[in-house]
């Protein structure tokens, strides 16, 4: 099972939202990372069919992007912006979402949906209206959903987004045991749900792919240049505008930072090792042309 | 498909514009139909002696029929000079009667009406009826059509000046009321009357379910959850259709087993109840069902076009407008309700029968197609999730840039 991405496009009039991507995924959690406006959300809208790109080519598992129908059964979709008929109840919303994705069986649907609201700890709220769940419930309903048809591919969309800490901890869990056998493409700003769960990453800026690999790897590229340094207060606030800082932790009368720079920025300054936020900060900031 | 049917049945069930719909027919039933007006139409005539309801000076002791060729050309000659001493005629102008200032060729029109009309009261035993009818449906065409002289509009009434008159009209209404009772056209007679009334609802009310229907997935925010998913578009736009055209029949349906069972009952027909079912369900069936579920496909059809459901509401209001009037006689293939505002005149139902299973079997066909439309159109927009840029990219430029940014 591999996703397989040729030279996708897709412009809207002259704005160019994805331009010229490639890449291969093969099964496990895959991340996507990268700023507003960086296409993650359009490339996560052609896989599920909701746009059509304007060139190149996609294939799920050697089924073809074209092929929509074959395509639709293969794909699980959390969108962003999930939500479902206020009116509906937990167990309405994914019996009916359920039945749109192709499971006739009543029986079969019944048993899938009791496990998975199981999963996300909504079982208690299965006859809760969906208008009255918070948001944290409705993201769980949400990726409860995309997967309900145990699709070969499921694509979500932020789904940490207003999780509590142990709730994004239980997520990260369900996306583990889910991705057997299967590619999970997990977009997100969170850089830990990243570094957490997937072994692999793609960073995409201004629709333009550029880092795909291991994750582990991306550390690689700032490596030399995350700097830690102790500093009385009255030095932070002169010294600040330097160098792009990471991290400012006061501590006691001082501050501990993490700044990122090509060399040594002061005499006290120590090396570190970088972090996975520390490399995708220094990605982003190289792209901007920032030093 | 049958799972999803019942689950569009249910939100249907929930919908509180569905209520208002229920209580508007059932409105519309109560005022229009179920009146004292309707049973006294209905029922016999009265056999109380005849009273002079016009004054002392032109008494008028009710109207009746033409009832030969005479009369009727004699009615027809008066109605006609009346337009020409005016100067206007009646036209129907978007479902409304409105004066209008005849020229100099419509005169000429009227003229040569007039003496073709004398021409028949003179030899009026070589003419029947339907001669003198024709002389009037010849001069609506002249005059564009749409007149008050085209077929069923006008009935040519004549009035009744003394006591005796009214006794004879009353004894021939009677031996019409009885020979209408012997040939079983009572109860289907009442069905077309009950038809024609609901059918003022039944051309207008369903569109303000099925406009916003397709559109809700959208306003709930849910298009891309079900875009995305594998159901075909057969399967989705169908069952929404098929479950709210469904749902609102069973409503006429109902209204027409009420309206069975009351003309049964203030009429007194005992034991005539399943004549009167068989009646009234099915005219409901043959001539409401087709305006309901044009008016929901129309709705779905027009709101996947548009992308606005307020668009196809408005062209529903006019061709409702369009629609309404003649109270009889009318039934071209832009007519979406059958008006036949008589619980008699079987003779005239009869004519236009053919005409009237045109229309009907034409509006079925519609709806099926305007459904296909509607279902083409949402399987269109499916793939295309910047469908709103890609349609005002001309003018929104700007923003089309910044929902590009955003993405």
């Not at chain 2, 009209?169 to 031996?175: G, I, M, S, T």
């Not at chain 2, 009234?280 to 606005?308: C, D, H, I, K």
Request: charged share 25%; proline share 4%; glycine share 8%.
């Amino acid at each position: 099972m591999e996703l397989e991405i040729e030279h996708l496009t897709k412009s809207y009039g002259a704005k160019t939202a994805l331009n010229g991507i490639s890449l291969r995924i093969g099964e496990g959690i895959h991340g996507l990372l990268g700023p507003n406006g960086a296409g993650k959300t359009t490339l996560m809208r052609l896989l599920a069919t909701l746009l059509e790109p304007s060139s190149g080519t996609a294939a799920i598992g050697g089924v073809p992007l074209r092929d929509k129908a074959q395509i639709r059964r293969m794909v699980g979709y959390l969108p962003q912006e999930f939500a479902v008929y206020p009116g509906m109840s937990v167990l309405e919303a994914m019996d009916y979402l359920a039945l749109l994705s192709g499971m006739r069986n009543r029986a079969e649907r019944r048993r899938r949906i009791d496990a998975l609201l199981e999963q996300v700890n909504l079982t208690e709220q299965r006859r809760t209206k969906v208008k009255a769940l918070s948001g944290g419930m409705k993201r769980r309903l949400g990726v409860a959903q995309a997967m309900v048809h145990e699709p070969q591919l499921l694509i979500v969309d932020e789904p940490t987004a207003g999780l509590d800490p142990e709730e994004r901890i239980r997520f990260r869990q369900l996306l583990n045991r889910f991705s057997e056998g299967r590619i999970v493409l997990l977009s997100t700003h969170v850089v830990e749900d990243v570094e957490s769960t997937c072994e692999q990453m793609t960073v995409l800026h201004r629709g333009e792919l550029r880092y795909h690999g291991r994750t582990g790897e991306l550390t690689a590229a700032a490596a030399g240049r995350i700097w830690t340094a102790e500093m009385e207060r009255g030095q932070w606030e002169r010294e600040r505008e330097r160098f792009p800082v990471l991290s400012a932790v006061p501590e006691g009368a001082g501050m501990r930072i993490r700044i990122l720079a090509d060399e040594q920025p002061y005499a006290g300054a120590q090396p570190a090792v970088p972090t996975i936020e520390d490399a995708y900060l220094y990605l982003m900031r190289k792209e901007a042309g920032v030093r | 498909m049958k799972e999803l049917i019942g689950k569009e049945l249910r939100m249907t069930l929930r919908s509180l514009v569905f209520y208002l719909f229920v209580v508007v027919s059932c409105f519309f039933y109560f005022t229009q139909y179920a009146t004292s007006e309707t049973w006294s139409e209905l029922g016999p005539p009265s056999s109380a002696a005849p009273q002079n309801i016009g004054s002392a000076e032109h008494p008028l002791y009710g109207w009746r029929a033409p009832a030969n060729v005479e009369e009727l050309a004699g009615r027809m000659r008066q109605e006609m000079g009346w337009n020409l001493q005016s100067g206007t005629v009646q036209k129907i102008r978007i479902g409304f009667l409105v004066d209008k200032r005849l020229s100099e060729k419509e005169k000429q029109a009227f003229a040569a009406a007039v003496s073709r009309l004398e021409e028949i009261i003179r030899e009026a035993d070589k003419y029947t009826m339907e001669d003198v009818y024709q002389v009037s449906a010849k001069l609506n065409r002249q005059l564009g059509g749409n007149t008050q002289y085209r077929s069923g509009l006008e009935s040519y009434e004549m009035n009744l000046t003394t006591p005796e008159e009214g006794l004879a009209a009353q004894k021939l209404n009677l031996a019409a009321y009885e020979k209408k009772v012997s040939a079983g056209e009572l109860l289907p007679g009442a069905a077309r009357y009950f038809c024609d009334y609901l059918a003022l609802s039944a051309g207008v009310f369903p569109v303000f379910l099925s406009a916003f229907l397709l559109l809700r997935d959208r306003s709930s925010r849910m298009s891309e959850l079900i875009y995305s998913r594998s159901v075909s578009r057969r399967a989705y736009v169908g069952s929404k259709f098929i479950a709210l055209g469904a749902i609102l029949s069973v409503v006429y349906l109902l209204l027409a087993v009420l309206g069975a069972w009351q003309t049964v009952s203030v009429l007194e027909l005992e034991g005539q109840l399943g004549e009167a079912l068989v009646a009234f369900l099915g005219y409901t069936a043959w001539w409401l069902l087709p305006t309901v579920w044009t008016s929901v496909a129309f709705g779905m059809f027009g709101s996947m076009l548009f992308r606005r459901g307020i668009v196809p509401i408005a062209l529903q209001l006019i061709w409702w407008f369009v629609s309404v009037l003649p109270l009889m006689g009318s039934y071209g293939l832009f007519k979406l309700l059958i008006r036949f505002n008589s619980p008699n005149d079987y003779a005239l139902y009869r004519d236009w029968m053919d005409e009237i299973a045109l229309n009907r079997s034409f509006y079925l066909v519609l709806a099926v197609l305007l459904a296909a439309g509607a279902a083409w159109l949402w399987e269109r927009d499916r793939s295309r999730a910047d469908a709103g840029a890609v349609v005002r990219r001309p003018r929104r430029a700007k923003k089309t840039s910044a929902r590009a940014e955003a993405l």
